[in-house]
Each structure stands twice: as C-alpha cells, then as structure tokens.
C-alpha cells in the first residue's frame, strides 16, 4: 500500500506518516486510551523529526542553492506561541518552537525554512491550501 503513495520526497514523506498514523490509530490493538494517544504521539515526532534531519541534509545542496533566491523572497517570521493560528509544520508535521524562524507564503501559512525549501523543488503551490507561490 505504501507503494501507491504519490511520488516525490517530501510528498512521500508526508504521506508515509499520514499513513503510517492512519495503521497506528485504526490498529484493533489500539483502544484509543490516553497512554495510547501519548504512544502514537511519540511515534508521530519521531516521524516528523526523521522527515526534517532527511530533508535538511545536503544531498539536496544543489536544489537548496537553487531555490534560495526564491526563498529569500518570502517572509520570514518569528514564531510566538501566544499569537499563533498555526503550531506545525504543513510538510514535515513538526510543532514550532517559540521564537523559531519560520517562513510565511502570502496566503498566511507558516513552514520551516528547510521544509519549504524542500517543497518548492517539486511544487509551485502551498501544501495545505494550494495557493500558487511564484508569479
């Protein structure tokens, strides 16, 4: 089944843990109590922290390189926990940290440098409303 994920890494990082919380959650060994929530929980960090090491690493140099005149044309903020409306990452699906650099498309969603870095490789679009990024 996790062949049938659509392709492209970071696309196929987010839905292999997609997917992969979809097993752990529908899983009949799960009875959806509190220790299980912590469980899975766990299991989803570990996830999103091995997706953002993968994609920060510099196999992608050439690409990162590429993309960071289009990346410096996008705002960069400062994450504050008491203003925020969003609290993870659209691609790698990690919880920001307060007072964490993070860069904001037009269309007001925020991601990690390195994950939105990743996403405009392959994509001209946000991930989470699919509004275009580029002109």
């Known amino acids: 089944m996790i062949s049938s994920l659509p392709k492209g890494r970071v696309a196929s990082f987010l839905n292999v843990a997609k997917y992969l919380h979809f097993l752990l959650t529908s899983s009949p060994l799960i009875n959806n109590s509190f220790e299980d929530q912590l469980a899975i929980k766990a299991i989803e960090d570990q996830i999103a922290n091995e997706i953002k090491k993968n994609i920060s690493k510099n196999k992608y140099k050439d690409n990162y390189n590429n993309n960071n005149s289009k990346l ?8 504050n926990i008491d203003n925020a409306l969003f609290f993870q990452c659209g691609v790698c699906m990690d919880t920001f940290q307060d007072r964490e650099k993070l860069k904001r498309l037009t269309c007001g969603h925020i991601y990690h440098k390195e994950c939105l870095n990743q996403w405009i490789q392959n994509n001209n679009y946000c991930q989470l409303c699919a509004k275009v990024i580029f002109h």
């Open 72 to 79: 410096d044309r996008i705002e960069t903020i400062e994450f």
